[in-house]
């Protein structure tokens, strides 16, 4: 074990189960729902075994996305608020993708926290549009032309969301540590320093030099 | 999979074209509402020939029986009662599939194969593809398709395609006792239902036309009504039915949206990494702090590499 390496716990094990169920899930569905969107992707339904096994499969699986996600909401909601300080961030967007901090930073961004809302706002699309359009078991309940406006709403808001995981993932990959905190649990002091100077100073005590 | 002699226009979730180069002749069902008596013979008949037992029902108050189209029930007589004039009309009309030229099933339907229209026009559903996400039922501007409790697969009537497929007629069209119901090409049940139009304007019904919506390019099961003005009289058939607005920006536009957005996010990621580079926090912070074995020469190089950034 390396003694020189500095650590702070970032997510406890039970919130990277809970992170990993939702990406597992969201993977199959994405895999899945595309398949159902693109004709020419028809043969993603393989990923459940046969069109019809994932036609059956992918609302189970969608509902425990959800549920495993609301976990994940009332873990985060509180320390993704939106202030003064994550406005500035997004304004200054290009200096971020430069690879240049700006602001004081608490545990989360500007560019997080937005993801964050994006996410609940897409997640609640989804479910109560993929109840709606539910066969065998809801659809029925529903009259034909919500139905039409569920399944449009269901395909625009995963849609958004896929494109917004692909973000989510380039983020991850591109803050080099990051990926530690949801695998590991841990970043490194310089990590949280650079990005979370803010939440580094919250959980160490220490300054950060600036 | 399709008999040969029903070549295939269109096929569901097919981006590319199937065979185009033979060229069978459209087929039509002509249903004549002003001869039919609702006896509904060809709703045995249909049972019949495609083995279909709708479950015994009960009588509740109207003629109707079953009351709607199910997976079992792939036609069935409608009856409304109306005053037009100051005189009252019973109006029957046998409800099922229209076939429509451009159908909203084959177009909502995700499934390569589950939903093919034949060149004759015919729309058939081709149960072992389906994979009863009941799409067709929300593509459809009839509300027609029906989910099997049995097996959660769409049905509807199919026009007696394997009938048709070697020469004869619709099981309904053999049945009708009074001629109500005739198939033939298209073109001719046009050339019939005009005769019989003329015939009924000259008889007082000046409004008597055929109900053939272009709004869905036509279909291959045409109405002639008493009053072809009003086409809700008859249990609700819509005035000018076409594919919904809703579904065709679904199977749409929003395709060649999502494509862009998925593409511009993965392609921005890419080449963002090929030209910016990863973020890193550097090590060197780690030796300012008082990390024990980072030596401060090495931090020092790191500040010089920074700042040669």
């Known amino acids: 074990m390396k003694t020189s390496e500095k650590l702070i716990q970032r997510y406890c094990a039970a919130e990277r189960i809970n992170h990993w169920i939702v990406a597992v899930c969201f993977v199959l569905l994405a895999i899945s729902g595309l398949a159902f969107f693109y004709p020419a992707f028809f043969w993603l339904t393989g990923v459940f075994g046969t069109p019809q096994l994932a036609r059956i499969v992918h609302p189970f699986v969608g509902v425990v996305m959800f549920l495993a996600f609301a976990r994940q909401f009332f873990r985060y909601a509180h320390h993704n608020l939106i202030n003064k300080e994550d406005v500035t961030w997004m304004m200054s967007v290009k200096e971020v993708m430069k690879g240049n901090e700006v602001g004081d930073i608490g545990r989360y961004n500007g560019g997080q926290k937005g993801m964050f809302w994006v996410m609940v706002l897409c997640m609640i699309l989804l479910l109560v549009s993929g109840v709606i359009a539910w066969r065998p078991y809801f659809a029925g309940y529903f009259p034909i032309p919500i139905i039409r406006v569920a399944l449009l709403v269901h395909a625009a808001s995963a849609l958004v969301l896929i494109a917004s995981i692909i973000v989510h993932v380039y983020a991850a990959l591109w803050v080099q540590g990051t990926i530690r905190a949801m695998v590991e649990g841990v970043v490194t002091h310089a990590w949280a320093r650079k990005h979370h100077p803010r939440w580094f100073r919250q959980v160490t005590g220490k300054e950060t030099g600036h | ?309």
């Open chain 2, 1 to 309: 999979m399709a008999l040969q002699s029903l070549d295939i226009l269109r096929r569901s979730a097919t981006p590319t074209p199937t065979p185009q180069a033979r060229n069978p002749q459209e087929v039509a069902k002509l249903i004549d509402t002003t001869v039919c008596i609702g006896c509904k013979a060809c709703q045995v008949a249909c049972s019949e020939w495609n083995e279909l037992r709708a479950e015994v029902g009960t009588c509740v108050g109207v003629y109707d029986n079953p009351t709607d189209l199910s997976s079992q029930a792939w036609t069935v007589m409608r009856f409304n009662e109306v005053e037009e004039k100051g005189k009252l009309e019973w109006l029957i009309r046998k409800d099922g599939c229209m076939h429509c030229a451009d159908p909203g099933c084959l177009k909502a339907c995700p499934s390569p194969g589950a939903i093919v229209q034949f060149k004759n026009g015919i729309v058939d559903f081709h149960q072992e593809n389906c994979i009863g996400c009941g799409y067709c039922i929300s593509g459809c501007p009839f509300n027609v398709p029906r989910l099997s409790p049995a097996d959660s697969k769409a049905y509807k009537c199919n026009l007696c395609s394997d009938r048709v497929a070697v020469g004869q007629e619709p099981a309904c069209v053999k049945t009708c006792p009074t001629g109500a119901i005739q198939f033939g090409s298209k073109e001719d049940m046009i050339e019939v239902a005009q005769t019989r139009i003329t015939d009924l304007q000259s008889r007082g019904y000046d409004q008597a036309g055929l109900y053939d919506p272009a709004g869905v390019g036509g279909t291959h099961v045409m109405y002639v009504l008493h009053h072809a003005d009003k086409p809700a009289l008859y249990s609700g058939l819509p005035d000018n039915p076409s594919i919904s607005a809703v579904v065709g920006v679904w199977k749409g536009m929003l395709k060649p949206l999502a494509t862009l957005g998925v593409a511009a996010a993965g392609l921005f990621g890419f080449f963002h990494y090929i030209t910016v580079g990863p973020n890193r926090a550097d090590d060197e912070d780690e030796a300012d702090h008082g990390t024990p074995p980072a030596p401060p020469a090495q931090g020092t190089k790191h500040k010089e590499r920074e700042n040669a950034l």
